[in-house]
C-alpha cells in the first residue's frame, strides 16, 4: 500500500511480540525493505545484506528466498550509486530464479528488468541490452498466458 513507515512500525511490533530481542532474518529483510522505501538505504543495506548472509547459512537450498534477497540488495546498491554491486546482487538473483522457478517467472523478468538498469548505469550498455531482450521476451511470455 505503499504506507512504508507503517509497515516499518508493525514490522517492529511483530519483533516485539514474537519475543525476538535481536532481530532474526525475517525481521531484518522486512524492516530493510521498509527503510530502502523510505529512501534509507543507509540503514536498509546492512539489515538487507545480515538477512541474506544468515539466509545462505540457515537455509542454502531455498533458492527463491535467497533470490529475492539478492534482488533487494541490488536494488538498493543501485538506488546508493553502487552500480557494480547492484550488477553483482542481481546477476545473482537471475540466476537462481532462472534455476529455481525460470524464465518465464514474473519475478526472473523483474530481475532481469532490475539488472539491465544497474548495467546501463554502470556503463554497460551492450550487456544491458541482451538483458532487456530477456526481459521483454518474459513480459511477451506473460501476455501470452494471461490472453490465452
Known sequence: LREHE???EYFLAAMEVAGHDVPDKEDLWNIGIAKKNLGQYEEALPMLV????DWKVEDP???VTIAKLYDTTGSC???MGRFEEAVYDLTQ????FGRSIGAESPLYGSACERLTKALVHAGRVEEGFDRLEE??????EKDKRRNG
Open 135 to 140: 526481459t521483454l521476451l518474459n513480459m511477451a
Open 61 to 63: 537450498t531455498d533458492d
Open 93 to 96: 538473483a537471475r540466476m537462481l
Open 50 to 53: 545480515k538477512a541474506l548472509e
Open 6 to 8: 507503517k509497515a516499518q
Open 77 to 79: 546498491y543501485d538506488l
